[in-house]
């Protein structure tokens, strides 16, 4: 079982940047790829980005590529999702997810999934005014 925490979210201005980060204790999150989703009011659970246990393979939603970039810290127990030039239509509330079992012989379908990952943080609230 991990426990995910997510923290670092706000209020900020169009154009603005806000850094989230996802945490465990206990257990490393090394061996788990690790997801950003998030969820607008009234909306479904949208695919943010995503990162291989060993960080080569990424992929982003096409709304959030150039702006938004998800990091690991290796040894810690830390994801991080950068989020720069940030819109109005970014608001939303941000989950972090983890999954043991994801890898290379999976469809893309798959890593974009939110039914792919068993674990998941309380979410984070972003929201950026116009």
């Known amino acids: 079982q991990v426990q995910l925490v997510e923290s670092g979210g706000g209020l900020v201005q169009a154009g603005g940047s806000l850094r989230l980060s996802c945490a465990t204790s206990?257990?490393?999150?090394?061996?788990?790829?690790m997801a950003w989703f998030r969820q607008a009011p009234g909306k479904e659970r949208d695919f943010v980005g995503t990162m291989s246990v060993n960080g080569r393979r990424i992929h982003y939603a096409d709304s959030v590529k150039g702006r938004f970039t998800i990091s690991r810290v290796f040894g810690k127990n830390e994801v991080h999702l950068q989020m720069n030039s940030l819109k109005p239509e970014d608001t939303a509330v941000y989950y972090c997810?983890?999954?043991?079992?994801?890898?290379?012989?999976?469809?893309?379908?798959?890593?974009?999934?939110?039914?792919?990952?068993?674990?998941w943080g309380q979410g984070t609230q972003v929201t950026v005014s116009s």
């Open positions: 206990g257990r490393t999150l090394s061996m788990y790829v």
């Open positions: 997810a983890a999954d043991l079992f994801l890898n290379d012989s999976a469809t893309y379908y798959d890593w974009i999934s939110p039914k792919t990952y068993d674990f």
